[in-house]
């Protein structure tokens, strides 16, 4: 299948501000790994630009906004279209730097579900089945995206970070799933406290990182 051709390069800036093209790291068909639709075959669309700042970040090359090209969203829709599997995964980078109205609108004329991940560092755009809002303590989310969350995910990198993570539980919505996820880096020095926690809190899930074990995107 031929892949999608890029033609040029923008900063976040330049980005269209209506929406009809974005900064394009890179797009594959997979299984989502992460959270309340771990298992579930999608096709993720990985938008370049961050300036939130994880330093556990794993896809660090997806800060740059200038490194990665522009691309039509209507190219960006039709390889989606392409896949059995009929659920893309908007992702970054921080994906709502952006205008994502005309790209969920086009997704979802063609029958494709809309799902989005975000540390909720900007306000919602674009129309959703389903958003996973993981806030970082590096930017804090904007206040108007925790009404729109279905999921919170958050990272815990240290015994701080279940406290925080209640603060946002109290903010999301009474239907929003919680899941608690360990840093991968950390993972095995975390997963008895944060085992021990959600039996003592089971108003929390656990989640983890299930692509890494079946060594895929």
Known sequence: MEAIKPYKTASIHAVPKDGSELPL??????????????????YFIRLGGCD??????????????????????????DMADAFPGK????TGGEP??????????QLQERGIK??????????ISGHWDWVCLSPKKFKAPDTSVYPFAHELKVIIFNKSDFAWAEEHAARVGAGCKLYLQPEWSKANQLM??????VKN?????????????MDIP
């Open 25 to 42: 790291m890179e797009a594959f068909y997979t299984i989502q790994g992460e959270g309340g639709n771990t298992g579930t075959a999608a």
């Open 52 to 77: 939130v700042g994880c330093h556990w970040c794993d896809v660090k090359e997806s800060w740059d906004a200038e490194l990665h090209p522009l691309t039509q969203v209507e190219a960006i829709v």
């Open 87 to 90: 659920t893309v995964v908007i």
């Open 96 to 105: 709502l730097l952006y205008n994502l109205h005309p790209l969920t609108t």
């Open 114 to 123: 809309t799902m989005i991940e975000t540390s909720g560092a900007y306000p």
């Open 192 to 197: 008895p406290l944060l085992v021990e926690y």
């Open 201 to 213: 809190n089971p108003q929390w899930r656990v989640s983890l990182q299930t692509h890494k074990y």
